[in-house]
């Protein structure tokens, strides 16, 4: 077999063979020739050996290393429940309006102003609610320290005590009135709002400014200052159907009278005590129920029925809701009672808890480029306090995983209603785990495009 037909194994043999071709061509070759041309082969043969382990070897490297494309994330976020509407409870009287403070948020931002009216907005006979305005125009003239001072000692003489008979026959609310009898100012008035003494409105009235001119006078600067042009006062107890207000101006004077310390303490007294006369009860027979804290009642006869009224709802909230209230010209007392207590729980029933996630409900789900998969849940229950139908808005705040392990937080939603929210973890509900090596290897095209859970 000749040096042509001899197997090739290598670059080094290659050179041979040139070398005996050479040599069979007639053409001899140089020992040194030879053997310079064997190194160079051999030189090359461990270039291409290395060149070829070191792209095996970065490629290897690189895939063990280099991030995965990114995990997928879908969403399947619950549905946000809708709520009836509530309207407000409305009367029948000639004239109703309601306020409520710290419902702006829920109600409208007109709640804590006028929220509902019903009837007439123009003035109508107030009857006994006129004391209200009696007594907060003579504290002004006499101002009391604070809710427990006594204040001046009133000595009534014979021409009070006439009084007692004088509005007797006209029909009124009265209260003894013995001549000599003493008593604070602070319990005087007591007997005034309390069991509506008419009698005691006039005593006061005329004592503390000398005359009922005088007191009158009094009264148009006291309602003038405080804006109050719809409300008209011609004599201290509302005996008069001249006396006359409107719904706005009630809830106006109203709060006024509730921020009173002296006041606000006298008309949530269920009764007081009169000398010569026992415990006389409020005229007010809803002091107490439904949240009601005062104010004043006003009675002219069939159909002519009035109630000024406040109130404290707690419904859930931070913070308890303040209602003032009127009604005017109801029928009776019995139907003007139902009307408050109805328009009442119409405002606690609106508020309520609406349930806006289940703990453990799926919600998303997470998949990688090589195929595993793990499911997203709500970590916790929740619940938000909404009025009426007061839309719910749903917001959410999903990231990327770190531990890609069973109860990690990878984000949170939140139900947003008036002033209220409420908010739920977002967590793993099983694991992820990295890719392989062999995987890694095998599937270039996915690796480096951004990070991943295989990073």
């Known amino acids: 077999m000749t ?42 043969t461990a270039v291409c050996l290395v060149l070829l382990l070191a792209v095996t070897g970065g490629y290897v490297g690189w895939a063990l290393t280099a991030p995965v ?43 804590s102003g006028t929220w509902a009216a019903t009837g007439t907005g123009e003035p109508l006979p107030i009857a006994s609610i006129t004391k209200l305005i009696t007594a907060l125009v003579i504290l002004e003239k006499v101002p009391l320290a604070d809710a427990y001072d006594p204040g ?31 008593m604070s100012l602070h319990d005087a008035l007591a007997v005034m709002l309390v069991p509506s003494a008419s009698n005691y409105a006039e005593a006061l009235s005329s004592r503390i400014f000398g005359s009922q001119a005088a007191f009158l006078g009094a009264t148009r600067d006291w309602l003038a200052t405080h804006g109050l042009t ?26 006024i009278a509730a921020a009173h310390p002296v006041i606000a303490r006298i008309v949530a007294k269920p009764s007081v005590s009169v000398p010569g006369g026992g415990q006389l009860v409020n005229t007010n027979a809803l002091l107490g129920t439904a949240g009601i804290t005062g104010l004043k009642t006003g009675n002219l006869g069939e159909g002519r029925h009035n109630l000024l009224y406040t109130a404290t709802l707690d419904v859930g909230a931070v913070d308890p809701l303040e209602v003032t209230g009127v009604i005017l010209g109801e029928l009776s007392r019995a139907s003007l009672n139902a009307a408050v207590i109805a ?19 799926e919600v998303g789900s997470l998949s990688t480029p090589w195929g595993s998969t793990a499911t997203l849940v709500l970590g ?50 099983g694991r992820i785990d990295p890719p392989t090596e062999w995987w890694r290897l095998t599937h270039p095209f996915e690796l480096g495009s951004s990070t991943g859970a295989g990073e």
Do not use: C
């Open 3 to 44: 040096a042509r037909d001899q197997p090739v194994d290598d670059l080094s043999d290659f050179a041979d063979l040139m070398t005996h071709e050479q040599e069979f061509a007639g053409d001899p070759i140089d020992p040194g020739v030879r053997r310079g041309r064997r190194r160079r082969g051999l030189i090359v």
């Open 69 to 111: 494309g990114a995990t997928s994330v879908s969403t399947r976020f619950p549905p946000i429940p809708v709520s009836d509407p509530v309207a407000p409870v409305t009367s029948t009287a000639a004239a109703s309006a309601i306020s409520v403070a710290g419902a702006d948020a829920y109600l409208g931002e007109t709640a």
């Open 152 to 182: 001046p000692t009133i000595t009534f003489d014979k021409a009070d005590h006439d009084l007692y008979d004088a509005y007797y026959v006209q029909g009124a609310t009265i209260a003894p009135m013995p001549t000599g009898t003493s």
């Open 230 to 255: 719809g409300t008209t006062v011609t004599e201290p107890t509302g005996i008069s159907p001249s006396n006359t207000s409107t719904p706005a101006d009630l809830l106006s004077i109203a709060k």
């Open 343 to 361: 328009a009442l729980d119409g405002i606690r029933s609106g508020f309520h808890d609406v349930f806006v996630a289940e703990e453990g409900q």
């Open 380 to 429: 916790e229950g929740a619940s938000i306090l909404t009025w009426s139908d007061t839309p719910i808005e749903m917001t959410t705040d999903i990231g990327r995983p770190v531990t890609y392990r069973d109860g990690e937080v990878v984000g949170t939603i939140t139900w947003t209603a008036g002033p209220n929210t409420v908010t739920a973890p977002v967590v793993i509900k």
